[in-house]
Nanobody
């Protein structure tokens, strides 16, 4: 199993970023895909989840209405569109695949600062 995130970077408050996570080594459509984040000094938190075929979607309260999770099963990729970014969204963002086990990507840094 391999999960490779991309799309992080530095953005001003109110800006937007789209994170991508390209998956390989498993049946992508059979797994729930998740985005987590971990800010300095804080525990890792679940930000969003999408189940197989997009049937179930979860967002943390802190990102509802601003973030959108989606998948492209043909490309084995999960996305996190992040709009109206705030400084408190600054964190390392991790992609994860939930099957029998929970598999992790290496993370991508998102910094929201003026």
């Amino acid at each position: 199993v391999q999960l490779v995130e991309s799309g992080g970077g530095l953005v001003q408050p109110g800006g937007a970023l789209r994170l991508s996570c390209e998956a390989s080594g498993f049946t992508f459509s059979s797994y729930a895909m998740r985005w987590y984040r971990q800010a300095p000094g804080k525990e890792r938190e679940l930000v969003a989840q999408i189940t197989s075929a997009g049937g179930g979607i979860y967002y943390a309260d802190s990102v509802k209405g601003r973030f959108t999770i989606s998948t492209d099963n043909a490309e084995n990729t999960v996305y996190l569109q992040m709009n109206s970014l705030k400084p408190e969204d600054t964190a390392v963002y991790y992609c994860a695949a939930l099957g029998t086990f929970l598999y992790w990507g290496q993370g991508t840094q998102v910094t929201v600062s003026s």
